[in-house]
């Protein structure tokens, strides 16, 4: 059975830092790409980083504050979060494609608010 569960989320003052984790199951991880995306409320889901063969992609809104790294042993996925500002407030999803499958996790929540 294919899990992915988020944690790491929270709530963090303007200028904090986070760290997301992603923890997979239920195939081979290290064959799939691993992306984060994030929701936030009355907008449409947008993509944040992307891990896929030894290269990363990022939005521009991630670029020089979030870094995605993977631990293959592990089966999990990272997102750090630097220099967080209100408008990164969104509920935070794990995503891992690849052979024609995609898989979901629940998401976690960040908030960031003095």
């Known amino acids: 059975q294919v899990q992915l569960v988020e944690s790491g989320g929270g709530l963090v003052q303007p200028g904090g830092s986070l760290r997301l984790s992603c923890a997979a199951s239920g195939f081979t991880f290290s064959s799939y790409t691993m992306r984060w995306y994030r929701q936030a409320p009355g907008k449409e889901r947008e993509f944040v980083a992307a891990?896929?063969?030894?290269?990363?992609n990022y939005a521009d809104s991630a670029k020089g504050r979030f870094t995605i790294s993977r631990d293959n042993a592990k089966n999990t996925v990272y997102l750090s979060m630097n220099s967080l500002k209100p408008e990164d407030t969104a509920m935070y999803y794990c995503?891992?494609?690849?052979?024609?499958?995609?898989?979901w996790g629940q998401g976690t929540q960040v908030t960031v608010s003095s």
């Open positions: 891990s896929i063969r030894g290269r990363t």
């Open positions: 995503n891992a494609y690849a052979f024609a499958n995609e898989y």
